[in-house]
């Protein structure tokens, strides 16, 4: 009799457990928001967010902009229903510190490829400004031939592991600024704010080309993407080892945050869940929308005292 009650309660015990484990899950599930990373050399972008869905146990994670392994610095990381921003931030503008090698070249741009020339180099600070000034601005850059860009269907890097190289089309792109920081020896030390699609080691070749000696990145760690910075940005290590992974996500809207916010009218607040637009009284633009209780629920534009839903962020 002693052997049949201790099974039960054994077995009552482990359903128990089950059913926590599965509220828990559930939990998680239902975790919204953004973590900065401050993503470590050797990381591609997906190997992050790859170990961050069993760090929060979902599988709806997305990352906002591409890090090569090599990289370091700001990389988003948008958890549950806040993927739903990913969108929006593939456009902003990033800024990065970067070290230009000159007199080196490799067929990756960057010191983890095999060099392809080496030359001695004897450039003043004066050439390096007068050279910068050239990039500045609107600009077209064609891109590298190790990029996830695809032709006819394959990617590029793939081609060019194979060592096929295919003609590429020169991309408009925008250099918001393009600082110099230092040198010593021959590293130059920039620092670049650029629009979406700008290939910092192809920049870093093409000064060098500019200057007559060649050159390659040798690193480089993005400081800022969007409204996020790297006073920002957790290490990844210190995410992985925490007990408590919520505590380090941000609400969605602060991505939204140099749009004015403003709180709907409970009439107001059913038609936006419902995806209708409605009369308001304010001026044209983009607004982040809340409800009376504050929670955020979607980016909106108004046009002609109308608003309408841009992106919607409430749980359905």
């Known amino acids: 009799m002693v052997r049949k009650i201790a099974r039960w309660e054994l077995l009552r015990?482990?359903?128990?457990?089950?059913?926590?484990?599965?509220?828990?899950?559930?939990?998680?599930?239902?975790?919204?928001g953004i973590v900065i990373i401050d993503k470590p050399q050797g990381w591609t972008s997906q190997d992050v967010t790859a170990r961050l869905r069993r760090v929060f146990q979902t599988r709806r994670i997305g990352h906002g902009g591409t890090l090569d392994p090599m990289a370091t610095g700001v990389l988003p990381v948008f958890v549950g229903r806040a993927t739903r921003g990913v969108?929006?931030?593939?456009?902003?503008?990033?800024?990065?510190?970067?070290?230009?090698?000159?007199?080196l070249t490799t067929d990756t741009e960057d010191i983890t490829g095999a060099v392809l020339t080496g030359s001695p180099v004897s450039v003043t600070q004066e050439q390096v400004d007068k050279v910068l000034e050239r990039f500045r601005g609107e600009i077209l850059q064609v891109p590298p031939m190790y990029s996830a860009l695809k032709v006819n269907g394959q990617k590029l890097y793939d081609?060019?592991?194979?060592?096929?190289?295919?003609?590429?089309?020169?991309?408009?792109?925008?250099?918001?600024?393009?600082?110099f920081l230092g040198m010593e020896g021959g590293d130059v030390r920039l620092r670049v704010c650029c629009s979406k699609g700008t290939y910092i080691r192809t920049l870093c070749k093409d000064i060098g080309e500019a200057l007559g000696c060649g050159g390659?990145?040798?690193?480089?760690?993005?400081?800022?993407?969007?409204?996020?910075?790297?006073?920002?940005?957790?290490?990844?290590?210190?995410?992985?080892?925490?007990?408590?992974?919520?505590?380090?996500?941000?609400?969605v809207d602060t991505m939204f945050r140099n749009?004015?916010?403003?709180?709907?009218?409970?009439?107001q607040e059913k038609r936006c869940r419902n995806g209708n637009a409605f009369s308001v009284k304010l001026g044209d633009g983009t607004y982040r929308a809340y409800s009376q209780s504050g929670e955020f629920l979607m980016l909106a534009k108004v046009d002609g005292s109308v608003m309408s839903t841009i992106k919607s962020f409430f749980e359905v």
Do not use: W
Request: hydrophobic content about 35%; overall charge negative; charged content about 25%.
């Open 259 to 267: 749009s004015p916010g403003v709180t709907l009218t409970a009439n």
């Open 13 to 32: 015990s482990s359903t128990a457990i089950r059913h926590f484990a599965f509220r828990m899950n559930e939990y998680h599930v239902f975790m919204n």
């Open 159 to 179: 081609l060019a592991r194979k060592g096929k190289e295919v003609e590429r089309q020169p991309r408009p792109i925008t250099i918001h600024e393009l600082t």
């Open 216 to 251: 390659c990145m040798a690193a480089l760690r993005r400081v800022s993407a969007g409204e996020y910075t790297i006073d920002e940005a957790v290490p990844l290590q210190e995410l992985l080892e925490t007990q408590e992974p919520e505590k380090y996500l941000r609400a």
């Open 87 to 103: 969108e929006f931030f593939e456009h902003a503008e990033k800024t990065y510190e970067t070290v230009l090698r000159l007199g």
